[in-house]
């Protein structure tokens, strides 16, 4: 199993509602290329994910779960 701590950031949207983003750069970056995102703080919150690799071989597939610390 692989661990990995990550920063919640929230990111605010162009009409101004705001939504928190957990999991890591990786969400952000995709969240930030979905939704109509205007900025993205760190919140100072951190969180704990956790993957087990399907195939050791290639670590970017993987099954997961999330937990917030």
Known sequence: M???EYDVVELTLE???KMLQHG???FVYKAW???PVVSA???GEKG???YIC???????IY???QAST
Do not use: P
């Open 24 to 26: 890591g750069d990786a």
């Open 2 to 4: 692989i661990t990995e």
């Open 15 to 17: 009409d101004g509602s």
């Open 41 to 43: 703080r760190k919140t």
């Open 33 to 35: 290329h979905t939704w």
């Open 63 to 65: 099954q997961g779960m």
């Open 54 to 60: 399907i195939d050791e071989s290639d670590e970017t």
């Open 48 to 50: 704990i994910l956790q």
